[in-house]
């Protein structure tokens, strides 16, 4: 029996591998696509909202106090002053995005915020979001006005640099958990998507297209067992839909740093996982295959041709994705009873595998789960085979 | 002689989409494919089943090969049950027909390994055999090509080779020259032919007259699911018909000319008899 069903799985994999205009575009062309698009995004973001390291931003300024030019003058910033007369030109360039950012002050500032007048004294920031420049200038300013307001009534401070922790070192999450945490919301739908597509390739093709041949009858007058040559073309479009899938998610994740312009350095990704993690996400990763090839089998099966079957795959995508959502809307559970739904308990899993939160219980419900679920539907190909209804109908 | 296959009140029935239904102006939405046949085919014997397309001659073939379980009924392929020992009878046949395709992605070598290993077969025998087929057969000029790049008659020979690659002693061809051009043809008849020298049983579901009578110790004739006849050759014909001698030549002559060529011997011949056994069982003129 084993002989049997190996035989049929190696028969599957010849195909594909000696296929390699469909071993390219099914395996690694998914996963390389990922990369390349997402570094793309990435870079083109941050270039698209980066301002060049030695830019002086352009501030024009009416009735700008002389308390503050210390502070300004620590800045990258050019202090235009000029009179209400001009404000309305300045505004017109910074609605055509000629310039950076427009400070009002209202006369006699720093005498109305001495006598502490109420209504207290309005400063007007006026700028553009659209050009980058504008967009940070006008955070630096208001950063800048917000530092001169809390010095002026200092009752206690917030996050002042110390020797401990030095500006920003007050988050004592870690790149790592940063990553994870990042990773952990985009991969696992990013996982359910091409690992399913993945199947969705193959699995139509290797039934539907042998159904509508007139090769799969060949098979059947073989002493060969259904349940082997069920089981066998399972797995045959497991291990390949398993490497398309992994190839996607490395893409992904691989791309990431770019994403996230974060300064990761690719190789460290790597370091932040230990092995037992990657175990236990392989296994969660071949027993989800698992689950979408069987059932993309049975609807190949019920199909009368390729055609039909792929167009059965695309309400079961459909589905997938649902779950796939709600499991990321669920997040980190450590409720056992999420993880005995098919499908929504990969995404949970792998999100907790990600946030170095693994709970091996879950993992193996999950895996223990998606095989019997596996098991099942390969039952139901089998008896499918047998019907010469399925087999038959063209 | 030993019975190699015994079928008993073998009936199998289809049910039908109401667009076929209403093709076909039946009362109910189920067909009888195959209505109460029985008949049995003795060890190196071949045994043909003749009648009009939608007899249910395919259907009796796909039954044997335990492609299609009967309704009722049951049939013995060397003592195994179709029903009951469905592996058992895979393994002693060999089935072809024209529907069964070749994978267009592998090439016959790697097929024929393939089919052999799910035979059961030892390496070093089916080394043996491929060489004796492939030999036979003349695939080894393209037993690395693709499927895909093959001609008609090199798929056809490769196909004929991979039905018989673990030599079953019975043999089942539903309409293996259908569609064919000659010269492929002729590889199936020579096959047969060889095959009945060698002493293997033989069930064959065939179109022509000439072949059926020159070959097949005995015939069938099946119309509308029922068996019409059965019997010896000249036991349905009724008078002895001489036969020309077993070649293949014979065979690919237009099977209306080789009819018409059994009739200078004087008698009815094969076809003849058919079509007045059609006349009677339908009620058709033809």
């Not at chain 2, 009648?51 to 009924?73: E, H, Q, V």
């Amino acid at each position: 029996m084993r002989n049997n069903v190996f035989t049929v799985m190696k028969k599957e994999c010849s195909r594909i591998f000696n296929d390699r205009k469909l071993f390219f575009t099914t395996v690694i062309l998914p996963g390389l696509l990922m990369f390349v698009i997402y570094s793309l995004i990435g870079t083109a973001m941050q270039g698209m909202f980066d301002v060049e390291d030695d830019y002086e931003y352009q501030v024009y300024a009416v009735g700008f106090p002389e308390a503050l030019a210390p502070l300004f003058a620590e800045q990258p910033l050019h202090i235009i002053e000029i009179s209400e007369a001009e404000i309305e030109g300045v505004k017109q360039q910074l609605a055509e995005r000629e310039t950076d950012v427009l400070m009002v002050f209202p006369a006699n500032f720093d005498e109305l915020v001495a006598a502490a007048a109420v209504p207290a004294p309005n400063v007007q920031v006026w700028a553009n979001f659209t050009r980058n420049e504008s967009r940070e200038a006008d955070a630096l300013v208001t950063s800048l006005l917000q530092e001169y307001h809390r010095g002026l009534a200092l009752l206690f401070s917030i996050n002042e640099p110390t020797d401990e922790a030095a500006d920003g070192g007050y988050n004592l999450a870690s790149e790592a958990d940063i990553f994870g945490m990042i990773v952990g919301m985009v991969v696992p739908f990013l996982f359910m998507i091409f690992s399913y597509t993945g199947c969705q390739a193959l699995a139509p093709e290797s039934i539907a297209g042998e159904k509508e041949r007139g090769t799969l009858a060949l098979l059947l007058v073989t002493p060969a067992s259904r349940r082997d040559i069920a089981l066998g073309k399972i797995l045959g479009i497991g291990v390949f839909a398993l490497m398309s899938a992994v190839c996607s998610i490395l893409g992904a994740v691989l791309a990431m740093p770019s994403m996230l312009g974060a300064g990761l350095a690719t190789g460290n990704i790597f370091n932040f996982y230990n092995a037992g993690d990657f175990v236990l996400l392989l296994l969660v990763v071949m027993s989800t295959t698992l689950v979408f090839v069987s059932l993309l089998s049975l609807f190949s099966a019920y199909a009368r041709s390729v055609k039909e079957a792929t167009s059965y795959a695309m309400p079961i995508l459909m589905l997938v994705m649902v779950m796939g959502f709600v499991g990321m809307f669920i997040g980190e559970t450590e409720n056992l009873h999420f993880f005995l739904i098919p499908i929504m308990n990969s995404v949970l899993s792998i999100i907790k595998i990600f946030a170095f939160d693994a709970n091996v219980l879950a993992v193996l419900v999950t895996v223990a789960v998606n095989v019997c679920v596996a098991l099942v539907f390969s039952a139901v190909l089998t008896k499918m085979f047998d019907s010469e209804k399925i087999i038959f109908d063209k | 002689m030993k019975e190699i296959l015994t079928i008993k009140n073998l009936t199998k029935r289809f049910k039908l989409s109401k667009k076929q239904q209403q093709l076909k102006k039946l009362p109910k939405p189920i067909i009888t494919a195959v209505d109460d046949v029985s008949f049995e085919s003795y060890e190196g014997e071949v045994f043909g089943l003749l009648g009009p397309n939608g007899a249910g001659k395919t259907t009796i073939m796909r039954i044997l090969a335990t492609l299609l379980r009967p309704d009722s009924g049951d049939a013995l392929v060397d003592g195994c049950s179709i029903k009951d020992e469905p592996r058992r009878v895979r393994q002693k046949i060999g089935f072809l027909t024209n529907e069964l395709k070749l994978d267009d992605f592998f090439t016959p070598n790697y097929l024929f390994d393939f089919f052999a290993q799910l035979h059961g077969m030892d390496k070093t025998a089916a080394a043996r055999r491929k060489d004796e087929l492939f030999g036979t057969f003349g695939i080894d000029s393209f037993a690395e090509v693709k499927v895909s790049a093959l001609s008609q008659g090199m798929r056809q020979k490769a196909s004929l080779a991979i039905s018989i690659v673990h030599d079953p002693s019975i043999i089942i061809f539903d309409e293996p020259t259908n569609g064919l051009d000659v010269i492929t043809a002729r590889v199936v008849t020579d096959f047969l032919i060889n095959a009945k020298k060698q002493g293997k049983s033989i069930i064959l579901s065939t179109h022509i007259f000439g072949l059926l009578e020159n070959l097949c110790e005995r015939i069938g004739i099946i119309i509308d699911g029922k068996m019409a006849a059965c019997g010896t050759v000249d036991s349905i014909v009724g008078e002895k018909v001489a036969s020309p001698p077993v070649n293949s030549a014979t065979y690919l002559d237009e099977p209306h000319n080789v009819t018409r060529g059994s009739t200078l011997h004087g008698g009815k011949t094969l076809e003849d008899v058919f079509f007045d056994i059609y006349r009677k069982t339908t009620g058709e003129a033809i």
